[in-house]
């Protein structure tokens, strides 16, 4: 099963930032552990970062042609983006909303999200175990429909 890994603004700086909210882990780091968990999984992962809102809603819509699922860290345009709530919507495949901090226990425009209500469902607040949570649940929905 393929599963597409998306992170959207400024996880690229995870590590260098905020660590009370996001971890001292950077990226790469994350993606390391995810990538040694989905092999135990039986899961095979893509990896795509980038801080434009445009160059995201196409990987959402590649990962729709090319995975079976989606792990998606959309980080601030969670709370701003239409097109992606679109992109989500229209991608085929299913999509899980993650996030490392806990929104809903911060700031108060980081408590709406665009995306949650196209999304399968949200992981949130278990620090980079929120991504391998999403990933558990694909491998138990994947084995389910085999
Ligand atoms: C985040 C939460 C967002 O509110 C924030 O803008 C991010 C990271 C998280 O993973 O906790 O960039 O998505």
Redo the contacts with the bound molecule.
């Keep these: 099963m393929k599963i597409a890994v998306i992170n959207g603004?400024?996880?690229n700086m995870l590590g260098r930032r905020e660590a009370r909210?996001?971890g001292s882990l950077t990226l790469a780091e994350i993606n390391e552990r995810l990538q040694e968990l989905a092999h135990g999984l039986g899961l095979e992962l893509s990896f795509f970062q980038s801080n434009h809102e445009g160059e995201l809603v196409e990987a959402l819509q590649r990962a729709g042609q090319e995975a079976e699922g989606v792990v998606l860290?959309?980080?601030?345009y969670?709370?701003t983006s239409v097109a992606m709530r679109d992109a989500v919507a229209c991608c085929g495949a299913p999509v899980v909303e993650v996030?490392?901090?806990n929104?809903q226990a911060?700031e108060e425009f980081?408590r709406v999200s665009l995306l949650a209500e196209v999304c399968q469902g949200s992981v949130?607040g278990f620090g980079w175990r929120s991504y391998a949570l999403a990933l558990w649940w694909f491998a138990q929905e994947g084995s389910r429909s085999a």
């Design positions: 603004p400024n996880l909210h996001y860290n959309a980080g601030a969670t709370h996030h490392l901090s929104p911060r980081r949130a």
